[in-house]
């Protein structure tokens, strides 16, 4: 294997990518779903208050999104640094 | 056909089909035994890890417990699920770009330690044994409540199923049973949830139900559940929070990170071709664990409004709770419920010997409800009901045909057998492979290890079934432990390995070793040493819950930081990693040049 890439460049970009969707991970569940489920049950999506569904549905709709956008942008970080597989 | 015929016929079928891909896949390697050849397409692999995942208790007694705990039961919801997105992203693209059969023995080959190792495969069995015991007796429990045999027999029978297609087959039989096991517990769980999200609210799908209408109403399904029990004297559905918000939120965090941390979980993706499939197939994984845990809130909100509605009139009418003739009469009350009453898992019993079933909380601290029950002449609570009710009789008390009923019973099977299996694969490759090749016979033939392999897993097949015959007191609280155990050891002990370059073996083992002392600590404190009646410490530690008010099962997420916090105290003051480790920390990180996983060592 060859060290010609450029190791530090690839490792913050991934970091980079890593840390906006644990952000976006950590805001619907921990902060839509616990931390301000009360305030946002005031809001009402259909019959379900806001909150709630991001309990009990949301959050983990936007999980999937979350990792399939990880395998994408992943894959295209891969290729700029020139480390994918063949 | 009658209901037992039916259910013979679904459950026998199912079973053939699995021993059927047994044959069909036996495994000749160590590679194929291991990690099914790393050959497994990413979406195929993403079902396997669904059913591995899944296991009985998600299966029967999940949407129950969201059931009792309401709003609250969402940390299960995004317990379970948001873990992968951590997996996906911290663990399993690197672990496969290591491109070795086990756990263990990534962290000894990082931490350059065989000590390091034996810690990992230490926490590996203490967390896998614990959870496959649950599985063991769910797989009793199931064949006992559907097939009219002994919870023994259905062990048994379970223990020779699993030996025919795991020993056999090894990582790639249990592979490919998986994904049909897979679609027959999906089935089994959608088709009911659809025919009652239809009956209640006209949608199909029961995800939109929930947030729906209820049928010739315009009043919303959630609305009218929140003011039933309420009024009834239960907490408000959409609100009731675990504890403290505080203990939901850590629970929450342990949950997902022991979820990442679970062996028999990240090993999954040993089997897959690339780095970028292992990516892939954590999302695939998840899309097909949704498909169960976001119809799993909408089955427990509407099994508990069908609940009240078949004992209180007054649900569907909207008329008082409270009125006399709102209760049904007990000699009236439906076949379902007599035939439920036999299990023990529905007990009624007329306390105030008026002849009619008053279901509702009789330990309320709503003034309203109490005065309104007392004024009733409400003596009591009369009726209780088990939490795995709302899956198991779900289509009975929706009326379902008796097909659905049986598939049920198949599903629950599937659950059950497909989680033991991965368990056992977890547990066998740590026993042939980091402990007879890494520690007692490195110089082992491969054949020699597929052998020791196959008789670790037949062993390990026959403790499980043991324990699940004779379960230790302590059956219920160890789903809980694998939990604490795989959050505060080996998840903190992976993602150093991975995204710290200097990370040494002393900070690795001191963190691991820290981490599940203490979460073992508290949840001795609370439960007993090794869960033995009467060692409980509390007074030692200032009572029950005394760290913020957090619960034992919460515990595993400070499990995980105080491993965080010791591994990086400890890394400060000891010496540097040796130079070709780092290499390899920076070789893990980049996906070029993953081969097949293999086991050298």
Known sequence: MQHSHDAQGYWKATLGLLTKILIVWFMVSFGAGILFADLLNGIKLGGYPLGFWFAHQGSIYIFIALIFYYGKAMGDIDREFDVHED | MDLQTTTYLVVGASFALYIGIAIWARAGSTSEFYAAGGAVHPVMNGMATAADWM????????????????????????????????????????????????????????????????????????????????????????????????????????????????????????????????????????????????????????????????????????????????????????TTTAGSTLNMFVYTMSLMIGTAGLPHVIMRFFTVPSVAAARSSAGWALVFIALLYTTAPAVAAMAKMNLHGTVNTAVKTGGDLYAEESSIKADERPDWMKRWEKTGLLKFTDKNGDGRIQYYNDATKNPEAKAKAEAAGWKGNELTVNADIIVLANPEIALL??????????????????????LLMAISSAVSHDLVKGVFMPDISEKGELMAGKIAMAVAIVVSGYLGLNPPGFAAGTVALAFGIAASSLFPAIMM??????????????????????????????????????????????????????????????????????????????KEPPEHIQHMVEAVRIPRGSKMVDGAH
């Open chain 2, 55 to 238: 296991s009985a208790a998600s299966f029967i007694s999940m949407a129950g417990l969201i059931a009792n705990m309401g709003y609250g039961g969402g940390l299960f919801l995004m317990g379970w699920t948001g873990g992968y997105v951590l997996l996906a992203m911290l663990l399993a693209p690197y672990l496969r770009k290591f491109g070795k059969f086990t756990v263990p023995q990534f962290i000894g080959d990082r931490f350059y330690s065989k000590s390091a190792s034996t810690v990992a495969v230490v926490c590996l069995l203490t967390a896998s044994l614990t959870y496959i015991i649950g599985q063991m007796t769910g797989v009793g429990v199931a064949f006992s409540r559907f097939l009219n045999v002994s919870s023994d027999t259905g062990i048994y029978i379970g223990q020779a199923i699993v030996f025919l297609y795991a020993v056999f087959g090894g990582m790639k039989g249990i592979t490919y049973t998986q994904v049909a096991q897979y679609i027959v517990l999906i089935a089994a769980y959608i088709i009911p949830a659809v025919f009652i999200s239809i009956a209640l609210t006209g949608n199909p799908l029961p995800q939109l139900g929930l947030g729906s209408t209820m049928s010739g109403t315009d009043m919303a399904l959630l609305a009218k559940l929140d003011t039933v029990v309420t009024e009834l004297g239960f907490g408000k559905y959409t």
């Open chain 2, 401 to 422: 045909p008796n097909w659905v009923i049986a598939l049920v019973a198949a599903g629950g099977l599937a659950a059950a057998l497909s989680t033991a299996a991965g």
């Open chain 2, 497 to 574: 390995g991975i995204f710290s370059k200097k990370m040494n073996k002393e900070g690795a083992m001191a963190g691991m070793l820290a981490g599940l002392f203490i979460t073992l600590f508290y949840v001795f404190a609370h439960k007993g040493i090794f869960f033995i009646k009467g060692t409980e410490f509390l007074n030692l530690i200032g009572g029950a819950n005394p760290f913020f008010g957090i619960t034992p099962e919460a515990f595993g997420a400070i499990g995980a930081l105080v491993n965080f916090a010791v591994a990086f105290a400890v890394d400060k003051v000891t």
